[in-house]
């Protein structure tokens, strides 16, 4: 959202999409010959000497994380593609003990920094959150001296962080007592005013939490967790992510379970849909992972997938190929999950988009010029251009040496629809206001306003007429909207009497 200089008018932009055909071995899941003129780009490999961790596309640069006794971060800039080279945009190396060798993730934190969360060497009791700015430097400002240690006790264990830009650091936790989710500020502190700084999960029953999801970015933090005494239940636990209290608008009891036709031994990933307000859940069953996905009501879609749970046989493919372990969100309810050497990429009911690449798939080998040693390590993608880059040891011959490399994929057709992008302000006024609440958008947005404690006071669709707001009291609130993209902005609304 933008704040027009000298004017209350407040103004996000809608992107809108223009369908364009798509040529045939150029586009939809096939290699990008624009990028860097090849579709590729090889690093130096005596730089990697031990393995390539992930790949992270942050406000038009490409972050890559090599686990290095000497290089851990490198950034290139994708800002000039049309030039003959990417440029590399930067090191950081580790002199300081900043990182640890251990799993090691990149967030992008607010508009100027990024957090790289790091667990020591395959240990899982503590997370360490370094704070570093978009070029790479130690932001000082983050923590105490640019780092900070979440650790509550040392019998503690901590799940995967979710991040929200400009919000905060969400970490799910357990132990033999008590299991819940953390939130850290943007500098690195615990948020006191999430509920100070943890909000726990009140049935013992339950055995763990290690894995957490942002509905909306409308006040619910969803946790995700398995209970202790029936092995075929999933169990999803919400939160307001301002003030950490269990939140009853979407269960009285703030949870909803799920009974499922296999045993769950672990939750592997967990990830909204903002575009159908849909959630996919990925579980394993001592076996062949499985997807669910939960609709905008919070039950079990049991038209995905036929029966609600994606397996290996609805996909058609052989148990030791598929791994579903973990989901990336396209738009309009689609999505790619992993499987063993890549990717494939699904409709929204579960199917494969045979259009995609090789029938929907891309592996090892995905098309007749491009070869990846090993599993195609990360994934990472562009929506606003519809690119894809997959990060992986690869070569142009499978007879020849590989090297680190990453490759872009033309995907406009299936990520966005669109190989063209139009903006269009839209205008929400007046600010402040004390009777109604207008929009000039054609398109109908949701509209929810949060006091400054993180209650909800407005849930409401608008569109070109008017809101009256007149029943509301006097106050500064926060306007969260989400347009039919699912694409959600925020900023602060005055109301006066």
């Known amino acids: 959202m933008i704040n027009l200089p000298n004017s209350n008018i407040l103004i996000f932009t809608l992107l809108l999409a223009l369908a364009k055909p798509c ?65 590399e945009y930067l090191f950081f190396k580790d002199t300081t003990g900043l990182f640890e060798l251990g799993e090691t993730e990149l967030y992008d934190l607010t508009d100027s920094t990024i957090l790289v969360s790091t667990f020591p060497g395959l240990s899982n009791d503590h997370y360490r959150l ?62 006191l005013v999430f509920n100070g700084g943890i909000s726990n999960l009140l049935d013992t029953s339950i055995s763990t939490c290690e894995r957490v999801e942002i509905l909306n970015n409308t006040g619910i933090a969803c946790g995700v967790t398995q209970n202790d005494t029936v092995s075929n239940q999933l169990y999803l636990h919400f939160f307001n992510i301002y003030n950490g209290l269990p939140d009853t608008t979407v269960s009285v009891d703030a949870y909803r379970f799920y009974t499922l036709p296999n045993y769950i031994s672990d939750v592997n990933d967990i990830k ?23 609709n905008s009501l919070f039950n079990l879609d049991t038209t995905f997938a036929g029966d609600g749970v994606l397996t290996n046989a609805d996909l058609g493919l052989t ?26 990429y699904l409709n929204s009911d579960g199917t494969l988009d045979n259009a995609f690449a090789n029938n929907g798939i891309i592996g090892t080998s995905f098309d007749s010029l491009w070869y990846f040693f090993n599993p195609i390590k990360d994934l990472a993608i562009d929506l606003s251009e519809g690119k894809l880059y997959l990060l992986g040891w690869g070569t142009l011959n499978i007879s020849s040496d590989n090297n680190p490399t990453l490759v872009r994929l033309n995907a406009s057709s299936c990520f966005i629809g669109i190989d063209e992008i139009v903006e269009k302000p839209i205008v929400l006024y007046p600010n402040p206001t004390n009777s109604v609440l207008c929009t000039n958008s054609v398109d109908e947005l949701d509209v929810s306003l949060y006091d400054i404690l993180g209650n909800r006071w407005l849930l409401t669709k608008i569109d070109q007429s008017c809101y009256d707001i007149r029943l509301l009291s006097k106050g500064l609130y926060n306007c969260v909207l989400v347009n039919k993209y699912g694409q959600a902005s925020s900023q602060k609304i005055i109301i006066y009497e």
């Open 23 to 87: 040529e045939a071995q150029n586009c939809y899941g096939y290699r990008d010959t624009s990028f860097n003129h090849t579709s590729y780009w090889v690093f130096d490999s005596s730089e990697v000497n031990n393995q390539l961790m992930e790949v992270k596309f942050i406000d038009d640069r490409i972050y890559i994380h090599f686990l290095s006794p000497d290089v851990n971060l490198k950034a290139y800039d994708l800002s000039n593609l049309d030039s003959n080279n990417i440029k």
């Open 130 to 191: 370094n704070g570093l700015t978009k070029q790479l430097q130690v932001y000082t400002g983050f923590g105490i001296g640019g780092y900070n240690l979440v650790e509550l006790t040392p019998n503690d264990f901590y799940g995967t962080i979710k991040v929200v830009r400009n919000n905060g650091i969400f970490i799910p936790y357990y132990n033999s007592n008590s299991r819940g989710i953390i939130k850290y500020n943007p500098n690195g502190y615990p948020d």
């Open 272 to 294: 909204y849909d903002q575009a159908t307000q849909s959630l996919y859940i990925s579980y394993c069953s001592y076996g062949p992972n499985r997807i669910i996905r939960i």
């Open 319 to 344: 148990s030791n190929l598929v791994n579903l372990s973990e989901v990336t969100i396209s738009t309009n309810g689609r999505f790619l999950a992993n499987i063993s050497g890549g990717y494939c």
